[in-house]
């Protein structure tokens, strides 16, 4: 079967076989849907049942894993606003899209979890249904691809894929009933708003879900067939890009390791979850040009941008600060996700044309921006002494990326002029970790190789000539053997520093 990254993960999410079947009495009808609207409609109704048990509750002084970390935790009053969908009693010949719900057992019990007995029904349906459109979504994309396969690449661009566009709709609200005739209003956004109210394997769903439709029209040999889906999703994210990505950014701002986390969940473990989902749904975002260009914009950087190197990169939790510094790569560089070259894409004219474009808004954001995130953020803080050792790595490696790029022409003369960042990166140089003493070299020869050397530059680089020729011979030796590329590059750094004269 032809795998490619628009669906191969959701796949890996699902693993075969899904574990989440429903309460007893809707398992059959959720596990034999076929209509994303019907599936959507139904969350809607589980999902505001649990705001209501939410409500009811923090009413009692009940904690919530909303508590913990930096998401919305106003449910009470998301709550308030959704009790008239939430009344509505359920169709009785449509089990999958409208369960009952029954408040009068939704109370919080003891450890301050989430509702009673038939709140816990209705977060089980709400994972299984929601489980249950990611089985759909994979189910399409996997067979257009495989069509696509069959036929010698060759692209029907009059299909239309009816679930992506189903699902789509229902989520949004775009113009769409539900079969019970209750309109699901802006349902994504409001999910996003309350992970922290949703069991893990729901909040895995939304975020797959999300991250599906914003990427199936941009990864493999299929995706023109899905471009419109995307676009229109990542349209919709756009006009709620307050609401959304503002929240999405706001996940990183953990304000604690422990507590009660919801659904009966530790709330260390909560924190770390859903700050990675919203990292993830964060990068996807970020793969459409306009809500890219939106985020990098002078007005939304302070709050959106920034708050990553002040805080989120050095956060004491590894997996969310490496999760943090690949955002901040995504956010600098326009890269993010898979080349079509490797999903058998060679030489896609619009692929190469969106690359530059990406590269064109990092590149002006960076020479806007050059001394708030180049010498007050990355020299200062994630380069010091002070900062954790992965924080240093990748963000050399950023700092490379960057140098190296042609886009950033500009940024690396000015970068290469400066004595002070010489000095940083000479330190670096000699640093205990030969990993992060490797990433230094890579900037430090930029330096070298600059024929247009500053006075001051110069000087630093000759007085010191001797000592630093003699240090680079015995630098990472071991790794010339095989590394044809390093060995000669460090030879030309070598060999320019001893031919180093002043001016």
Aim: contains cysteine; hydrophobic residues 40%.
């Amino acid at each position: 079967m032809l795998e490619n990254q628009a669906f191969g993960w959701l796949k890996n999410a699902i693993g075969g076989v899904s574990t989440s079947i429903g309460s007893p009495s809707n398992a059959a009808a959720i596990s034999a849907c076929t209509d994303p609207a019907v599936l959507v409609s139904g969350v809607a109704q589980d999902f505001n049942a649990s705001l209501l048990a939410s409500s009811s509750s923090s009413s009692t002084g009940s904690s919530s894993s909303a508590e913990i970390i930096g998401v919305r935790s106003d449910a009470s009053a998301t709550a308030a606003t959704a009790t008239s969908d939430a009344a509505t009693s359920a169709s009785a010949n449509n089990v999958a899209s409208a369960p009952t719900i029954d408040t009068s057992t939704s109370t919080a019990p003891d450890g301050g979890g989430i509702g009673g007995t038939t709140t816990n029904d209705h977060l089980d349906d709400l994972t299984a249904r929601l489980d249950r459109i990611k089985t759909l979504l994979y189910e399409e994309r996997s067979a257009s691809s495989n069509a696509v396969a069959q036929n010698g690449g060759s692209i029907n661009l009059n299909w239309i894929p009816a679930t992506a566009t189903g699902v789509f709709k229902s989520f949004t609200n775009n113009g769409a009933e539900s079969s019970d005739n209750n309109i699901v209003e802006d349902l994504m956004t409001k999910l996003i708003q309350n992970l922290p109210l949703l069991p893990f394997e729901a909040r895995k769903s939304v975020s797959a879900i999300f991250n599906y439709l914003l990427v199936c029209g941009l990864d493999g040999v299929d995706a023109q067939q899905f471009a419109s889906v995307s676009s229109a999703f990542a349209a919709y994210v756009l006009e709620r890009a307050e609401m959304i990505i503002g929240q999405l950014v706001r996940a990183h701002h953990c304000k604690a390791m422990s507590g009660g986390g919801g659904g009966g969940e530790g709330g260390g473990e909560a924190y770390v979850d859903i700050t990675l989902l919203c990292g993830s749904m964060l990068r996807s975002s970020l793969r459409h040009a306009s809500i890219y260009q939106w985020m990098l914009s002078d007005g939304n950087v302070e709050r959106l941008v920034y708050p990553f190197l002040d805080g989120y990169v050095h956060n004491p939790n590894f997996d969310i600060s490496s999760d943090a510094l690949e955002t901040v790569r995504v956010m600098f560089t326009g890269a993010a996700g898979g080349s079509n070259a490797a999903m058998g894409i060679v030489g896609d004219s619009a692929s190469e044309e969106h690359k530059q474009v990406m590269e064109g808004i990092a590149s002006d954001f960076l020479n806007r921006k050059y001394a708030d995130v180049i010498d007050e953020r990355i020299n200062k803080k994630c380069l010091s002494s002070k900062a954790n050792y992965m924080t240093r790595r990748m963000s050399l490696q950023l700092l490379s990326t960057i140098l190296l790029n042609r886009a950033n022409y500009n940024v690396m003369i000015m970068y290469i002029s400066s004595s002070p960042n010489l000095v940083t990166i000479l330190c670096l140089l000699r640093d205990p970790s030969p990993h992060i003493t490797l990433d230094a070299f890579q900037v430090f020869k930029i330096f070298v190789a600059n024929p247009n050397k500053p006075p001051e530059v110069v000087k630093i680089l000759f007085d010191n000539k001797v000592k630093l020729a003699k240090y680079l011979e015995g630098l990472h030796k071991d790794r010339e053997i095989g590394d044809e590329q390093f060995r000669d590059e460090k030879q030309l750094v070598i060999s320019t520093l001893e031919g180093l004269e002043m001016p």
